[in-house]
């Protein structure tokens, strides 16, 4: 069984990026799809613009002087209202 590993959600919107939650999966594609699955339980939380992205807690989250989110090293998960 895989080891746990943590996971940064971070939300997208036209003014600014900020931390959304963490989440606790083996993998990024599982951290990914638990999210996405989120997402279509709590419709009603999340607006057709935002854009989620999912990181790896290795390294830490930044935000530039205009909030929005200096991308960090590794891969990245991306997440879209269609």
């Keep these: 069984m895989s080891q746990m590993q943590k996971y940064y959600v ?6 600014k ?13 599982k951290a990914a799809s638990a999210f996405q699955l989120w997402c279509h339980d ?3 939380q999340v ?8 990181f790896s807690f290795k390294h830490p ?8 989110l200096i991308e ?6 991306t997440i879209t209202r269609l």
């Design 42 to 44: 709590n419709s009603n």
């Design 17 to 29: 990026d900020e931390k959304f939650a963490e989440i606790e999966a083996p993998s990024l594609d």
């Design 72 to 77: 960090p090293q590794g891969e990245m998960s």
């Design 10 to 15: 971070v939300k997208s919107m036209k003014e």
């Design 47 to 54: 607006k057709d613009e935002d854009v989620f992205y999912i």
């Design 61 to 68: 989250l930044q935000f530039d002087e205009n909030n929005r």
